[in-house]
């Protein structure tokens, strides 16, 4: 196995345990919610139910401010920490999302994860604060999206490039990356475990340092410990 270079994650039941469009969806969260899971199923498009989503939510400026803090507080157990290993061993940390640009921002800061390593679909709003629409030309809001962002990253990550992530939007990009591994400690989607290379079902992200490091010890001694829980829950997880 590889050390790698870049983990990117994805946001939404991958780093935090919520679907950030459900929680700003209110009386609408069942619509909100059959259109969000066919699209991580590969059932249909994004682009179909991208602008349908926000439309039903329509949420205000001061609900996607507060939707980043509830990333914060719904963090997948190991995810700060795992997010700081990672960098302590010089790994590059990347987001990126089909969420909304500033709570994902508000996630990242978070995680102390820089906002150029960043990617999500901004979205506009009214004096009042009222919703205005989003970046329609963002490719996060379409299908096949995230291959493009990592394509244009590429030549600023070092390699091997890992992607972690939940949906068929995540295995899109498997193209574009060394490895791509399906987190389903969340949520679990036959088409993209089926597909991955790697499938982590512990309800932790500390198996992803495990992965990362292909087998070598840490650099930093304040990662063993996190280490060593994730070889344990990566062999039991894969066993399944």
């Known amino acids: 196995m590889p050390r790698y270079g870049t983990v990117i994650f994805d946001c939404d039941s991958t780093l935090s345990t919520i679907e950030g469009i459900e929680e700003l ?31 039903l939510c329509a949420p205000t400026r001061g ?5 980043g803090g509830r990333y914060l507080e719904t963090l997948v157990p190991d995810a700060r920490e795992t997010v700081a290993a990672l960098q302590a061993e010089g790994i590059e940390v990347r987001l990126i999302s089909g969420g909304l640009l ?23 709003f009214d004096e009042s604060g009222a919703y205005r629409g989003y970046d329609t030309d963002s490719p996060l809001a379409y299908s096949g999206g995230k291959r493009v962002v ?36 969340v949520a ?8 991955a290379d790697r499938v982590i079902r512990a309800f932790s992200l500390a198996p992803v340092l495990a992965l990362a490091l292909g087998g070598e010890a840490p650099r930093s001694p304040g990662s063993a410990q996190l280490l060593a ?6 062999e039991s997880s894969e066993r399944r």
């Open 25 to 55: 969806a209110a009386d609408r969260r069942a619509e909100v919610e059959a259109l969000t899971d066919a699209a991580m199923r590969g059932a249909i498009p994004l682009e179909e139910v991208y602008g349908r989503r926000l439309a």
């Open 63 to 67: 609900r996607v401010a507060a939707l």
């Open 102 to 124: 500033p709570a994902v921002r508000e996630l990242g800061r978070g995680l102390g994860v820089a906002e150029p390593g960043i990617a999500a679909v901004d979205i506009y």
């Open 150 to 185: 990592i394509e244009r990253w590429q030549a600023a990550l070092p390699r091997p490039i890992m992607m972690v992530g939940d949906g068929v939007t995540d295995l899109e990009a498997r193209s574009v990356v060394d490895t791509f591994v399906a987190f389903a400690g």
């Open 188 to 195: 679990e989607r036959a088409p993209v475990v089926e597909q």
């Open 229 to 234: 829980r994730g070889m344990e829950l990566l």
